[in-house]
């Protein structure tokens, strides 16, 4: 599964990766080139806020993506 999100301050960020390190399984985020652990509060931090992200998932967890879909965008 892969979509895009938008953080757009650091509650966001750790809102999204407190949802992502309660689900099994690797979860990605990946910008340009650059992909790092979406379960890492400083590597999300580190790669930016106020920018479109892809999230990309090993497997197909639809909870994960209910936790997350407010900062989902088309």
């Known amino acids: 599964m892969e979509f895009k999100v938008f953080l757009k301050d650091t509650k966001d960020v750790q809102e999204f990766v407190n949802a992502a390190s309660q689900h099994e399984g690797d979860i990605d985020m990946k ?5 790092l652990d979406a379960k890492s509060l400083l590597g999300v931090l580190s790669m930016g806020m106020k920018r ?13 993506y209910k936790d997350v879909c407010k900062f989902a965008i088309a």
């Open 31 to 35: 910008s340009g080139s650059v992909y």
């Open 52 to 64: 479109e992200m892809n999230v990309v998932c090993s497997g197909s967890d639809p909870q994960f």
